[in-house]
């Protein structure tokens, strides 16, 4: 599962990145916070928490390198702010519509490394 944290401004272009490299399914939340710099400056006034998006999409192993570098390159000004990529392992998916029937259902163990799809999340 990766997990991003971005700029609004480049939200779009992260979407359209994915797209790009065949990565479909997608979560994206507006959201608040900051980061190491705990908000930003601008003249006399102090803003503790600044808008950005949040990102959930689930990706098989093979994927995941693809995935992580279209967000990367699409989401990157350079800037401190730019966000976070979070990178972890998926144990198990469900769909709702199949009554909480597991889908491709099968246990990660520490030793594996390969997450399940979380196809239709």
């Known amino acids: 599962m990766i997990q991003a944290i971005v700029r609004p401004e ?3 272009d992260v979407v359209l990145s994915l797209e790009k490299t065949g990565i479909l399914a997608l979560t994206r939340m507006d959201v608040m916070g900051h980061g190491r710099q705990r908000g930003i400056h601008v003249g006399t006034i102090h803003y503790a928490e600044i808008a950005k998006v949040f ?3 689930v990706v098989e192993n093979h994927d995941m390198d693809r995935a992580v570098n279209a967000i990367r390159i699409a989401a990157c000004t350079g800037n401190p702010g730019d966000g976070k990529i979070f990178v972890s392992s998926l144990l198990e998916s469900r769909t709702i519509r ?3 029937k597991s889908v491709a259902s099968q246990k990660i163990t520490d ?4 997450p399940l799809s979380g196809k239709g999340v």
Do not use: D, L, V
Request: net charge negative; aromatic share 8%.
């Open 10 to 12: 480049k939200a779009n």
């Open 55 to 57: 990102f959930m999409i």
């Open 98 to 100: 199949e009554s909480g």
């Open 111 to 114: 030793h594996e490394s390969t």
